[in-house]
């Protein structure tokens, strides 16, 4: 398969503790997508790194991407309530527009 | 801003029957439009992918005779699940991207139940 880990992980926390939620892949990848996933909705897309970045941040949000150990991580800073979703990494390549999602991340942030 | 719509939302077929569902793009041109499968553990599995003016192509383990899909113009996708059984219960997603983006936004999805 694309990914490492095939399992659906939780992750517990309280709000305003700091998480980081990491995922591998397999095949050559230009880009890495990072989707959050509300109970009933589908995937949202929260950050997109390129392959030719080593870090990316949007607000509270930061991605990072190493291409040669073939990983990424999503970091949220100061957790809240409302950043409880399940999260997913993604590749996609360049010419395409094939989406391939990881396992995902339960993440429970609780007041 | 871009917003993908998918209906119906929910859908009971009983077993050996098929159904049929719609993906719609506002605001973008829907170049391409990938199905997905997502179970209950929350596995994403590609059914195909779409792309406006070029052959549709499945993914392994997933057929154009099972999972018919139309993309007639950059606003709108269906697709059917032929003859469905429990097998192919889920929320069915499409996740549709514009020209030269590799932004793909996702409806709400379908959710199949089989009985």
């Known amino acids: 398969s694309q990914w490492g880990e095939e399992n659906l992980q939780a992750l517990s926390i309280q709000e305003g503790e700091d998480v980081t939620m990491n995922c591998s892949y397999k095949?050559?990848?230009?880009?890495v997508h990072w989707y959050r996933q509300d109970s009933g909705r589908g995937p949202a897309l929260i950050i997109l790194?390129?392959?030719?970045?080593r870090e990316k941040r949007s607000g509270r949000l930061r991605a990072t991407l190493d291409t040669s150990s073939q990983s990424s991580s999503l970091s949220i800073t100061a957790a809240q309530c409302e950043d409880t979703a399940v999260y997913f990494c993604?590749?996609?390549?360049?010419?395409?527009?094939?989406?391939?999602f990881g396992s995902g991340t339960r993440l429970l942030v609780s007041p | 801003g871009a917003l993908v719509y998918q209906y119906p939302r929910r859908t009971i077929c009983k077993s050996g029957t098929s159904m049929r569902m719609e993906c719609q793009a506002v605001?973008?041109?829907?170049?391409?439009v990938a199905w997905y499968r997502q179970s209950p553990q929350k596995t994403f599995e590609l059914i195909a992918l779409?792309?406006?003016?070029?052959?549709?192509?499945?993914e392994q383990n997933f057929t154009q005779e099972k999972f018919p899909i139309s993309h007639p113009n950059l606003s709108f996708s269906s697709m059917t699940v032929l003859n469905a059984y429990l097998e192919d219960r889920g929320l069915y997603l499409c996740?549709?991207?514009?020209?030269?983006?590799?932004?793909?936004?996702f409806g709400p999805g379908t959710r199949l139940t089989v009985l």
């Open positions: 993604a590749t996609a390549r360049t010419g395409g527009y094939k989406v391939v």
């Open positions: 095949t050559y990848t230009t880009v």
């Open positions: 790194i390129r392959s030719n970045e």
């Open positions: 605001g973008f041109q829907a170049t391409s």
């Open positions: 779409s792309t406006v003016n070029s052959a549709i192509k499945y």
């Open positions: 996740g549709a991207s514009g020209t030269g983006g590799y932004e793909q936004y």
